[in-house]
């Protein structure tokens, strides 16, 4: 009976704990919701209180004089075919780092894994000089090809643990049946790994969506630009609409949280499969 | 079976696609890196060849000694404030309470959230005249601990190294908790025949389980650590007076506002040799488990 | 397709030295990806300009990259020179403009510069910024331009060129001018009977009525995005003790950052922080916080810079805009009166990326007309570095006042971020410290310290 008495105290602790931290999420999503109907100086001196007016007017400026929607497009685009082409590739280079049998697989995947390893913003300058040489300069390719090749390692990481936890005889299996590398690639392990795939995925749509750095320096026509540039629009050389930047911010992650929330399922169930055997 | 798993051209088929395009854009800068890291240059007319003059300056630079101990701050502090945390959180929610899909879906919403947002919310949130937390402190009688939070030059690192905690704890939680459903529920069924106590099953099962996981994640972390820049970036630009400075916001410094380049990319490579160096070293504290 | 075979060769070779090999490759490649750059940037500069032609005639476009921002208004005014230049100029060239706002701007330049693919014309400030420029070879030499157009060199100010002159020669044109002044509310002034103060004393004496009154006297940010700001304040103060030799002697290297009226300077603004000058928690708040406080009344002046007229002097976002006037800040020593932080505003300079020079003059004569300057002046409240004709009536009368403050001035000293970026941005950052109450001694010491290490 003791027991249960602690138990129960216990439980609702953990509770009580649950919940403080669900209003610590939402509270400032919701805080920036509102002030996304503020003026800049209701801002300041309103700041947590409700919006005197529910004016739509920040979002009207961050989509007429910041030109939101067209940024939009060009996030998904840009942010799409990154993640499409870096895990595809990256979920094959996993398969035969993981399941095929070569001399040099150790030594690719530690390299694949220094990539995890940099920041990004040591590689700018080089990556300029390589896209200005490409002619890619100021095309979407430019923010593209970085991200997938900076997605690699992530992918690679997480998917080749997962493979690993494959057990070798299903392909063997395959394998007698005459499946060639490929078919048991497409056939036996991608069906399985799909969850793991799934969360690769979205986690670097996700990076992508937010990234600002890439966009900010590979681009210059405003045309091309993407949504969190937009973002910086909103700073001018001595001062910054911020009201307008929470607009932007507002429709900015909204895609985001639908993506997770329409997803979530299966990133569990691809972290819990890719990080069960790094 | 060696001879299709092994085939020098399938291997070929799906590796070289990826490792091309990682070795033009992700090594080859890497390597220039490397090189200009020996030059005192600015990338134009000035290019001088000091050989490791770049990283002895560095040893002697107090803001760069600075930003290198707050990155290890910031490793130690993540790491001893993510990891229980998310661990805690974890294990509350994987005892199939009320409400599990819930609190996991909005514990990892803010990890979803792009640093410029962040950054803002939080910036007022630590506001010194009508920032919610000096609200907060007054209402619970902690008047006296009211501040300019972010101006404070002891304080402002502490205060991000929170909001990092509030951003990925949910993003650790997830993949503890992905760990937790994946053992196999024989085990607890047993520990409840025995009798053992939630505390018993997870310090007996629920832990060792997770360990490999442990060690992916610390990587993680780690390697989040010291490579971290947005909040930095956008809460305080490393201020007041460099209180904050990371290695990576110092960087952006050296190389996009006074054209150092060669200093810049000194800096990058010592933060590449550190990250190794941390891998190495939770690949060794965790080594037991791993085989 | 060849370059990108050569690309891959490349990355593939770099791969093989990460691995251990020799080195002593990378030299080449690095050499040969900046000969193929030069080609491809032909190319495609070519490409452009034929898209564009499709429409219009055979025309040549010129890239200019500015600053500024959706939310600038004075971009809307910039806009409508370059569009008169591209209706009609004797060059048949096109100006493509792209507005880079200010926190992008320094990183994306630096990017470009350093790839060779800088615009035609670029924004850039004065002295220390342009200088980094001028002596990796990037700028255009202007003097022969201004030395065969002698009336269009004799429109500009004193002092204004001779601060992008290096070795002699002048690199960039200035297009306006502004200075620090102390905004107030003429309002809150008459309320408690204050009048404009002359001298330092006077200064203290109106702050400290306003304290008794419970008014906080002077808005002021101190994030450090805006550490500019207390500098600004700082360094002005230095002005009033020790004139603009001390500027010129540390611009020089014959005075010292911790010279004794950098203290004093120093220790002054302390006292004032603890008087209560500023609003409370000021070393927290940032740029346009401070300014929404002296928009609506909250405070009683405001010390910014005269680019701040159309946003104080425009009813839709200041409402204290009718009440609004400035004055120059009061010296501490008598002697050193009317000498105010104060510099070039939005100069350019052409690259040597630049196929077309003459018309990338021609297009800066063009903005620094009469008429362009004067539209500048007389809609987005923008003093123009040539000199012209006023007409008053057209003037705001803030505008008014902030030009009759800047005749008045007897020297201007330039933000110490824009004499040298490096040792400014340490200066603002050692102000912040001071604001903070640190020791100043001890501040402005590690300060010279730091200047002493970083100069060869």
């Known amino acids: ?278 | 079976m060696n001879k299709v798993m092994g085939n020098k051209r399938s291997i070929a088929f799906f590796v070289l696609p990826a490792l091309i395009i990682y070795a033009v854009f992700a090594l080859f800068p890497i390597a220039y890196n490397i090189y200009m890291s020996l030059f005192n240059t600015d990338l134009m007319a000035k290019k001088q060849f000091v050989g490791l003059g770049n990283y002895i300056g560095l040893l002697k630079d107090g803001t760069f000694v600075h930003a290198f101990r707050n990155n290890i701050f910031m490793v130690i502090g993540s790491l001893i404030a993510h990891m229980p945390l998310a661990m805690f959180f974890a294990n509350a929610i994987f005892k199939k309470i009320k409400g599990a899909a819930f609190f996991q879906t909005v514990f990892f919403l803010p990890s979803v959230i792009c640093g410029v947002a962040v950054g803002l919310t939080w910036t007022f949130i630590y506001n010194g005249n009508y920032g919610l937390l000096n609200a907060f402190l007054k209402m619970i009688g902690l008047g006296s601990l009211q501040q300019v939070w972010l101006a404070n030059k002891k304080l402002a690192m502490f205060c991000i190294i929170v909001v990092i905690m509030w951003q990925y704890v949910g993003y650790h939680m997830v993949i503890q908790l992905a760990a937790m459903r994946n053992i196999d529920s024989a085990y607890y069924e047993a520990a409840q025949i025995d009798g053992a106590s939630g505390w018993k099953q997870f310090t007996n099962i629920t832990f060792p389980l997770i360990k490999p996981i442990l060690k992916i994640d610390a990587v993680l972390i780690i390697t989040g650590s010291l490579k971290y820049y947005d909040l930095v970036a956008v809460m305080t630009s490393g201020g007041p007076n460099h209180a904050t400075e990371v290695m990576s916001t110092y960087m952006y410094y050296q190389a996009f506002n006074i054209l150092k380049y060669g200093y810049a990319s000194a800096i990058g490579v010592i933060l590449m040799i550190l990250c190794m160096l941390s891998v190495a070293l939770s690949n060794r504290v965790f080594k037991e488990s791993d085989e | 397709m060849r370059k990108i075979g050569e690309m891959l060769t490349a990355g593939i070779l770099c791969t093989g030295l990460l691995a251990g090999c020799g080195s002593g490759n990378v030299t080449n490649t690095t050499d040969m990806n900046a000969s193929d750059a030069a080609a491809t940037s032909a190319d495609s500069a070519v490409d452009t300009s034929v898209d564009d032609s499709a429409a219009s005639t055979e025309a040549q476009v010129l890239t200019m990259m500015l600053n500024g921002a959706a939310s600038d208004a004075y971009v809307e005014g910039y806009q409508k020179i370059i569009d008169a230049f591209n209706a009609d100029n004797e060059y048949g060239v096109v100006i493509e403009p792209e507005f880079v706002s200010n926190s992008d701007y320094k990183t994306k330049l630096t990017t470009m510069m350093v790839s060779d693919s800088e615009p035609d014309i670029i924004f850039t400030w004065e002295l220390g910024y342009l200088e980094n420029f001028v002596n990796g070879g990037k700028i255009v030499n202007l003097q022969e331009y201004l030395d065969a157009d002698a009336d269009w060199k004799a429109s500009f100010n004193s002092g204004t060129l001779e601060q992008e002159t290096y070795g002699g020669d002048v690199y960039g044109i200035p297009t306006a001018q502004c200075m620090a002044v102390m905004y107030y509310n003429k309002a809150i002034f008459d309320q408690y009977g204050l009048a404009v103060p002359t001298t330092y004393e006077e200064y203290c004496h109106v702050c400290d009525t306003l304290i008794e009154n419970n008014v906080t006297p002077v808005a002021l940010a101190s994030t450090a995005d805006d550490a500019w700001l207390v500098s600004q304040y700082i360094q002005q103060l230095s002005n009033g003790i020790a004139g603009n030799e001390l500027f010129e002697g540390i611009k020089a290297g014959t005075r010292v950052w911790n010279d004794s009226a950098m203290i004093e300077a120093g220790k002054l603004f302390q006292e004032e922080v603890n008087k209560g000058y500023f609003e409370q928690g000021f070393t927290g708040v940032s740029g346009s916080e401070a300014e929404a406080l002296f928009q609506t009344g909250q405070t009683a002046m405001y010390f910014n810079g005269s680019w701040e007229i159309s946003n104080l002097d425009n009813p839709d976002v200041c409402q204290e805009a009718a009440n609004i006037s400035c004055f120059a800040m009061p010296s501490v020593n008598a002697e050193y009166d009317q000498i105010s932080v104060g510099s070039l505003d939005n100069s350019y300079a052409v690259t040597t990326n630049c196929q077309n020079v003459e018309a990338a003059v021609g297009f800066l004569k063009f903005w620094t007309s009469d008429e362009n300057a004067a539209m500048l002046l007389y809609d987005y409240g923008r003093m123009p570095a040539t000199s012209i004709e006023l007409d008053e009536s057209k003037l705001s009368s803030l505008s008014k006042d902030v030009i009759t403050c800047f005749g008045e001035q007897n020297a201007l000293t330039p933000w110490f971020d824009r004499m040298n970026t490096d040792l400014g941005n340490e200066f603002n950052n050692s102000s912040i410290a001071v604001a903070n109450g640190d020791d100043v001694q001890e501040i402005f010491d590690s300060l010279q310290q730091y200047a002493e290490s970083n100069t060869q």
Request: aromatic fraction near 12%; charge should be positive; hydrophobic fraction near 55%.
């Open chain 1, 1 to 278: 009976m003791k027991k249960n008495i602690s138990e129960k105290i216990w439980m609702f602790i953990k509770y009580i704990a649950l919940i403080l931290f669900t209003v610590m999420c939402l509270y400032p999503l919701f805080w920036l919701f509102l002030a996304s109907f503020k003026t800049n100086q209701e801002l300041y001196f309103n700041t947590w209180g409700l919006p005197e007016s529910w004016s739509i007017v920040n979002y009207v400026n961050a989509v007429v004089k910041g030109g939101v929607v067209r940024y939009f497009g060009n996030s998904v685009v840009i942010a799409v075919s990154a993640v499409v082409v870096a895990v595809i590739l990256g979920t094959m280079a996993s398969y035969a780092i993981a399941r095929m049998h070569w001399k040099m697989s150790k030594l690719v995947y530690n390299t694949f894994l220094l990539g995890m390893m940099i920041p990004i913003y040591g590689l700018i300058i080089p990556l300029f000089s390589i896209f200005k040489a490409l002619g890619l300069l100021n095309t979407h390719w430019a923010v593209i090809i970085p991200q997938i090749a900076l997605g690699f390692p992530m992918t690679i990481f997480i998917v080749c643990g997962f493979m690993r936890s494959i057990p070798r005889e299903l392909e063997e299996a395959a394998v007698i049946d005459g499946c060639s590398a490929l078919q048991c690639f497409m056939k036996v392990i991608l069906p399985i790994a799909k969850s793991s795939v799934v969360t690769v995925a979205v986690v670097q749509f996700i990076n992508i969506w937010n990234d600002l750095l890439l966009p900010r320096i590979f681009l210059t026509d405003s045309e091309k630009m993407t949504l969190p540039v937009g973002l910086t629009n909103f700073q001018a050389m001595y001062s910054t609409d911020y009201v307008g930047m929470i607009a932007a911010v507002i429709m900015t992650i909204i895609p985001s949280i639908i993506v997770y929330v329409l997803l979530h399922r299966q990133i569990m169930e691809g972290m819990v499969a890719g990080a069960v055997k790094g």
